[in-house]
T-cell receptor, first 114, second 112 residues
Framework: DSGVTQTPKHLITATGQRVTLRCSPR?????VYWYQQSLDQGLQFLIQ???????AKGNILERFSAQQFPDLHSELNLSSLELGDSALYFC?????????????FGNGTRLTVT | GENVEQHPSTLSVQEGDSAVIKCTYSDSASNYFPWYKQELGKGPQLIID?????GEKKDQRIAVTLNKTAKHFSLHITETQPEDSAVYFC???????????FGAGTTVTVRA
């Protein structure tokens, strides 16, 4: 068990809808990362937060947004959903702000857009 | 940005044999190279990592080697066991970067 908790485990929704994915990092970790995993794109970095502030942005669509709250949990909001957004969404956490401290992944949220 | 290529995409080995997965990277500034194992229904789990000031690192049956000149690194699993069956990902990152770039993954199957 990595100590990173993601909810829900599964999410099925229709095109055009909006969903929120939640992540609780490991105790003591200040960084939260969001990754998208799809069959044809592999693991793609979306965004990173460190101690409540956005630290780095990857290939995150404008329809997607995220935030990290004072208690360090994070939420990833996906709106105007399209069929192509169906994927596994992983949250990872680390102690520091960069890769000097290893990433620990949660078990993901499987999103299915119908 | 960094581009990581991973080979092979699938690997089938007999229990007790060794498995080797190879990765190449493009950004010479990359200096951190972790390997992750992903089992079905779970997130990637860090199994070993290596930094650019080290050429080889070993942890029990797992070892990683790094050749910075050639920009490639490899994962070696010895005495494979059925529980080693999983998808393995390599990744690379530069010191002043914040995102890991992952390879496409290798599905390893250990035959009993």
């Amino acid at each position: 068990d990595s100590g990173v908790t993601q909810t829900p485990k599964h999410l099925i929704t229709a095109t055009g809808q909006r969903v929120t994915l939640r992540c609780s990092p490991r105790s003591g970790d200040l960084s939260v990362y969001w990754y998208q995993q799809s069959l044809d794109q592999g693991l793609q970095f979306l965004i990173q937060y460190y101690n409540g502030e956005e630290r780095a942005k990857g290939n995150i669509l404008e329809r997607f947004s995220a935030q990290q709250f004072p208690d360090l949990h994070s939420e990833l909001n996906l709106s105007s959903l399209e069929l192509g957004d169906s994927a596994l969404y992983f949250c990872a956490s680390s102690e520091g702000a960069d890769y000097n401290s290893p990433l620990h992944f949660g078990n993901g949220t499987r999103l299915t857009v119908t | 940005g960094e581009n990581v290529e991973q080979h092979p995409s699938t690997l089938s080995v007999q229990e007790g044999d060794s498995a080797v997965i190879k990765c190449t990277y493009s950004d010479s500034a990359s200096n951190y190279f972790p390997w992750y194992k992903q089992e079905l229904g779970k997130g990637p789990q860090l199994i070993i990592d290596i930094r650019s000031n080290v050429g080889e690192k070993k942890d029990q049956r797992i070892a990683v080697t790094l050749n910075k000149t050639a920009k490639h690194f490899s994962l070696h699993i010895t005495e494979t066991q059925p529980e080693d069956s999983a998808v393995y990902f390599c990744a690379a990152c530069a010191f002043n970067d914040y995102k890991l770039s992952f390879g496409a993954g290798t599905t390893v199957t250990v035959r009993a």
